[in-house]
C-alpha cells in the first residue's frame, strides 16, 4: 500500500526560538538562541554494516557548530571518522568513560557528563538526563553508562539518545517545549533498551513536551531484502497513532531526514 507523504509543519512567521533539522537516525541540529548543537553525528552513508536508506545528507551543517552531545557509545551514534568532520571547535559532551576512547580515535575536546551533571555551551544550559540503554560498546570497546540530554535556552528540548522508559522520566514532565524520541532502530525487530512506537508514545505521555518529534527510524538498514527497509516510515506513523490516543495534549510533529521545523 503506498502511504501518503508525512506532513511537514507550516512554516511560521513568528519569531523563532528553536530550529531543528533531523538529518537521520538520532543526528539532530538544534539552532537556539545563536548556539548550534548536533546530536550524535552520523555522517556518510555507512555505519559498519548498516546503509544508509534515506536520502544522502548535506554537510552545511558541519561548517559551524558549537557543541556535540553524545549520548552512548554504540556505533551507530557515536562513529569518530563522523566526529572528526564537525568543524568550529566544538565541545563534544559525552557520557563519563567516553572521553580516553574518543581521544584514542582523534576526537578532542571532549567534556564528561554523568547524569544530573550540567554544562554551558553558548547561552544554552545543557543537562545530561538519565537512559535505559546498553552501555557497552561491542565487541570489546570501553563500557559508559548512557544519558540523554536537556537543552534550556529560550526554549527547552530533550534529546533522549536511545533508551526506554525509565524511572524518573515523569520528573520532567510539563518542562519541555520540544522531546526528540527514539521509536525504532535500523532492522525489522527491535532489542532491549528500545523505545517501539507504543513505548515511545506513552515515553510522550509522562514527558508531557508541547512538542514530539520521532527520531531514530528510516535512516539506516542492513542490506538484503529482510535489513529493515520495508519498515519505511510505519513506526513515525504508528507512534503518531498511539500519541493522539495517549498523549493528546502533545503536537507531533513528523519530519522525513534533511527536513527541520521551528517552535515560536
Do not use: C
Amino acid at each position: 500500500m503506498v502511504r501518503p507523504p508525512l506532513p511537514v509543519p507550516a512554516a511560521s512567521h513568528e519569531p523563532v526560538d528553536v530550529e531543528v533539522e533531523w538529518l537521520g537516525h538520532a543526528t539532530v541540529v538544534i539552532e537556539m538562541d545563536g548556539t548550534r548543537l548536533i546530536t550524535d553525528p552520523i555522517i556518510g552513508n555507512r555505519v559498519g554494516p548498516l546503509v544508509r536508506v534515506a536520502g544522502p545528507m548535506s554537510l552545511d551543517f558541519a561548517a559551524h557548530v558549537d557543541g556535540v552531545l553524545l549520548s552512548h557509545l554504540h556505533a551507530d551514534h557515536a562513529q569518530p571518522s563522523s566526529l572528526r568532520r564537525v568543524r568550529g571547535g566544538a565541545v563534544v559532551v559525552a557520557p563519563h568513560g567516553m572521553a580516553s576512547w574518543l581521544r584514542r580515535h582523534g576526537v578532542s575536546n571532549v567534556l564528561e557528563l554523568r547524569a544530573g551533571d550540567e554544562t554551558q555551551i553558548g547561552d544554552l544550559r545543557v543537562k545530561a538526563v538519565a537512559a535505559a540503554h546498553g552501555a557497552h560498546r561491542r565487541p570489546l570497546g570501553p563500557t559508559a553508562e548512557p544519558i540523554g540530554f536537556v537543552v534550556h535556552g529560550p526554549r527547552t528540548v530533550y534529546f533522549a539518545g536511545d533508551t526506554d522508559i525509565f524511572d524518573g522520566m515523569s520528573a520532567m514532565s510539563g518542562t519541555l517545549d520540544l522531546a526528540l524520541l527514539p521509536v525504532w532502530g535500523w532492522g525489522p525487530t527491535l532489542g532491549p533498551g528500545h523505545l517501539d512506537p507504543a513505548r515511545a508514545a506513552r515515553a510522550a505521555a509522562l514527558l508531557a513536551p508541547r512538542v514530539a518529534i520521532p527520531i531514530h527510524w528510516g535512516t539506516f538498514a542492513l542490506p538484503g531484502p529482510f535489513g529493515g527497509r520495508a519498515v519505511g516510515d510505519a513506526p513515525a506513523r504508528e507512534f503518531a497513532e498511539f500519541a493522539a490516543r495517549d498523549a493528546p495534549d502533545v503536537e507531533v510533529r513528523l519530519l522525513h531526514p534533511g527536513e527541520r521545523t521551528t517552535l515560536a
